[in-house]
């Protein structure tokens, strides 16, 4: 029998643990770690945000962080094909060399000993106020279908209320991400509807938005197709206030928001992106975890990505905590920038802290008559969790200001009736 190379499989967990899959897999090859070659920016080249059109994009299937996982992504441990979406993307065969004989390894070593916790956490809904309603739903068109999940708070007597989409980040649900973010409370609190698309496994094996994807990157294909028709079912079948239909998400679910955002700024009249990436940082797979990484390098937003209104500042609002070690807090400040496009804003800073101790900077963008077009908070000392969410949903982090409650001040400022910048 040949004898195994002798291998540090703990300097290879931890590298994994920080993303550094190349330098894992030098080691778990028997050599020494290399350094990274830096990733060159992608190129994009017309479409919603400028990213080239893929017949079969890849889809990323990472786990994200979780107790388990040490605060970083890292493979999937499933028992059938570590990649699994849609039947025309990258199968196992197609996956590169390297990072399946990784994979395949660090399902081989298990659980690291000492951790505990899993990922995404199952919740049971909570009690719901008497004459509150937490409905089961479905949508479905051409590009697929989604379940999805939408609160109507215990006062609606039938008038037009503002409406919220959010999207949950991976492995997380729409019970779990209601839980984290609290957002049912506040929707009861200031009478507004609110819904959870969810994602489906058979679309991401770690059910995240299949953000990084350019055929998920475009005004009626793909994934936005599906949450815009969900938007748009909710609005046929209940009276939303005009012009106050608002869209956030948290991870994978922020970079989705800010896809929609940039696809759909007639539908949506601000959005949330909470440790999110700016539409199109990414175009497939390598992009992806480069721009987790190191930050994105998204496009200008010009064209069709924002139906031919350039100029326009798309209103948004930013949370990133400056130690996220999964979305390089970089990503926020192109989130910023991107929406801000060509914008003449006026920029105010302040910092403060939250009743729970966390420090943060808050910056606004205010345009000429002082209402806030852009704010972005970060959060000094978090990590990759929803600020000020509740400990009985998954990725959430009590300590910091209330990132769900700011969101609805911000959003509540803004409507799609609205005059344009000049």
């Known amino acids: 029998m040949n004898a195994l190379p002798r291998i540090d499989v703990k300097e290879a967990t931890r590298l994994t643990r920080e993303g550094r899959l190349e330098e894992a897999m030098a080691i778990l090859r028997g050599g020494l770690p290399s ?21 079969t994009p890849p889809l990323l299937d990472m786990v994200p962080p979780s107790p388990e996982t040490g605060g970083a992504w890292t493979p999937p441990q499933f028992s059938q094909t570590p990649f699994v979406g849609r039947p025309s993307s990258m199968g196992q065969t197609e996956m590169p060399e390297a990072l399946r004989e990784l994979m395949d390894r660090m399902r081989q070593l298990g659980p690291t000993n000492g951790l505990h916790g899993g990922r995404g956490q199952a919740h049971a809904p909570a009690p719901l106020p008497d004459g509150a309603r937490f409905e089961e739903r479905n949508f479905a068109n051409a590009a697929g279908s989604r379940a999805y999940k939408l609160y109507v708070p215990s006062d609606y007597t039938g008038q037009a209320l503002p409406l919220v989409l959010m999207l949950h980040g991976c492995t997380q649900s729409p019970d779990d991400f209601a839980a984290g973010t609290r957002m049912n409370e ?12 969810a994602q489906a496994q058979t679309a991401n094996a770690s059910k995240c938005w299949n953000w990084f994807s350019a055929a998920d990157q475009r ?20 009276p939303v206030e005009p012009g106050q239909v608002y869209v956030a998400g948290l991870s994978a679910g922020g970079a989705a928001a800010a896809v929609m955002g940039a696809t759909y700024p007639d539908l949506y009249a601000a959005i949330g992106v909470h440790s999110g990436l700016a539409c199109g940082a990414a175009r497939d797979m390598p992009s992806a975890f480069a721009a987790m990484k190191q930050g994105g390098s998204p496009p200008a937003t010009k064209g069709s990505g924002r139906q031919g209104r350039p100029g326009r500042a798309v209103p948004t609002i930013v949370f990133h905590g400056d130690r996220d070690n999964t979305v390089n807090p970089l990503n926020g400040d192109q989130v910023v920038a991107q929406a801000k496009a060509a914008a003449d804003l006026r920029k105010d800073v302040n910092r403060g802290q939250s009743p729970g101790g966390m420090s943060y900077t808050r910056t606004v963008h205010a345009d000429a008559s002082g209402r806030a077009m852009l704010e972005q908070w970060v959060l000094h000392g978090a990590g990759h969790a929803w600020s000020g969410g509740s400990a009985t949903g998954s990725y959430t982090d009590p300590r910091g200001p209330d990132a769900s409650r700011e969101m609805m001040r911000f959003f509540l400022q803004h409507s799609t009736q609205a005059a344009p910048l000049s």
């Open 186 to 197: 506040l929707a009861e609190e200031l009478t507004f509807l609110v819904a959870y698309p």
């Open 35 to 55: 350094a990274p070659a830096p990733a060159a920016p992608p190129t994009f080249e017309g479409g919603a945000c400028n990213g080239p059109t893929r017949s």
């Open 219 to 238: 005004r009626d294909q793909g994934e936005p197709s599906l949450i815009a028709g969900i938007t748009r079912e909710i609005m046929r079948d209940y």
